[in-house]
């Protein structure tokens, strides 16, 4: 999906030696059963400092996501380009 479309342009951006500064972020996680796993009711706190309550505990990959476009926009871009 979404890693292998950005791996993908930041190969061709490299190739072609476009002039511009390109950071990658991947934000990958695995849906892992442990006594560390998120439980409904749990609260979170993401890198910008924002709580987040667990209501699905499927919710690993959308709040790496949510971290990983927070450390996106810590050197505040020009540009991001989100292809989750």
């Known amino acids: 999906g979404g890693a292998a479309h950005v791996l993908g342009l930041a190969s061709m951006v490299m190739r072609a030696k476009?002039?511009?500064r390109l950071r990658v972020l991947v934000a990958a996680v695995e849906n892992s059963i442990s006594g560390d796993a998120f439980r409904p009711g749990d609260v979170l706190v993401a890198r910008n400092g924002k709580t987040t309550e667990i209501g699905n505990t499927d919710a690993e990959?959308?709040?790496v996501l949510a971290d990983a476009l927070v450390e996106a926009c810590a050197e505040q871009p020009e540009l991001v380009v989100d292809c989750a």
């Open 18 to 20: 476009l002039p511009v």
């Open 61 to 63: 990959g959308r709040l």
